[in-house]
Every structure is written in C-alpha cells, then in structure tokens.
C-alpha cells in the first residue's frame, strides 16, 4: 500500500560523486516536493515540480537539479556531493498546491557521503 | 522572512503523563497549520488546521490554533511509549509551501 517510494533508503556517495536519488508515487498527486533535512533539524524545501514546471527555491544550491519524466516518477540529482549534503532527503506529494490539502511524505533516503 | 517555532527543543515524560507541545508561526499569508509525527522514517500526517479555536481530535491526541496569537498547541494525553518520536509543526501559506519547525523530540519511558 506504498504510496510515495523512495530509491534507494540508504545511499553512500564518494566526495563530488553525482548521486541520483528516486522517488515515485502511486496517487497520481499533481505536486511532487524534495526536502532535505539534516539531523536535529526541520526539513528544507528544496524544490517542487508543479506537474512539468518546476520551482526552485531561491536557496537552493545549484549543486541540486531535479528531473520529473512524468507524473509518478522525480528524481534528485547531486551533481557533486559534499561533506556538507550529507543528509536526510525526503519526498513528499500533494494533490495541488493550496493550502487544503496535506502532504504525504517517502520514507527518505539516506545520503552518507565519504 | 517566514519561521515556524516549536517549544520545548525536547521533552522526557513517563507513560500516563500529558504533555503539551507548542507551535509559533510567522507565515506570509498564512492558510493553514500542519502537525506531522516522525519516527526513524519520514513524517506522518496527523492535523491541519485552518480555523482558530476548533479542536482536532484523534484518539489521545488533539490540537488547537490560534490565529489571532499565532500559535498552535498539540496535546497527547495518557502518553505511551509509542508516541516517542519527533513532533513537526509546519505553516502553510497559500502557495501549499510548507515552512516546518525545527521539531519538538518527545521520549516516553515506561
């Protein structure tokens, strides 16, 4: 009964080695989210993909790209992780991007990197 | 700038106690407030609430806002070792963005 899945739970990366980080959902949400979180600390939106269009926060290092093949599928690309993006990344959906409707949240992947 | 801010940091209780975690919010055209519950995985939906002064209940826990004040509280009653995890509180503006609190960490020892 998985609704949003997140590939893989646990991901260790070499210094400046690009990572892919998947997340797909089963409940056809228009909005797919990426936070990263680190520990002790409240979730960080990353980025959101409206449908195609995608949204950046203004914060966001370049070093993150995200890609969003269709409805059920986003991906998070580190382009060249450091010490410093070692965390949780979590991915969550929504039906549509007002404020009535809740988000539903991946387990989250691990990021190590070494 | 936009912050959402919860109270205390960390909290230890044993099993029958009540607590009580509080939740400030300074959101840009504020619609809603969000309570997740996040164990050693991703957060579980448990509230939204939109309007101030009506209570949300589920079984032993329950949650109250306060648009006026800016703030939030969420109550769990007779606590159990099960309700050990990280409390988020998260604003919503009109946009469905989420800004999250820094988390309350709730431990309950038997």
């Known amino acids: 009964d998985a609704m949003v899945i997140q590939n893989p739970r646990y991901q260790v990366t070499q210094f400046g080695k690009p990572v892919t980080l998947s997340c797909s959902q089963t409940?056809?949400?228009?909005?797919m989210y990426w936070y990263q979180q680190k520990s002790s600390q409240a979730p960080k939106l990353l980025f959101h993909?409206?449908?195609?269009?995608?949204?950046n926060e203004a914060d966001t290092p370049d070093n993150f790209q995200s890609r969003r093949p269709n409805t059920s599928f986003c991906f998070l690309d580190i382009r060249s992780p450091g010490l410093g993006d070692a965390a949780m990344y979590l991915c969550a959906t929504s039906r549509d991007m007002v404020a009535t409707y809740e988000q539903y949240f991946g387990p989250g992947t691990r990021l190590t990197v070494t | 700038e936009d912050k959402v801010v919860q109270s205390p940091l960390s909290l230890v209780v044993h099993e029958g106690d009540t607590v009580t975690l509080n939740c400030s919010y300074e959101v840009t055209n504020f619609r809603s407030l969000l309570w997740y519950k996040q164990e050693k995985k991703a957060p579980t939906f448990l509230f939204m609430l939109?309007?101030?002064?009506i209570e949300k209940k589920s079984g032993r826990l329950s949650s109250i806002l306060d648009k006026k004040e800016l703030f939030s509280i969420l109550n769990i009653t007779a606590t159990q070792t099960g309700d050990s995890a990280v409390y988020l509180c998260a604003g919503s503006s009109n946009t469905g963005k989420l800004i999250f609190g820094q988390g309350t960490t709730l431990q309950v020892k038997p």
């Open positions: 993909y409206y449908d195609k269009d995608f949204n």
């Open positions: 409940l056809n949400h228009n909005v």
């Open positions: 939109t309007s101030s002064g």
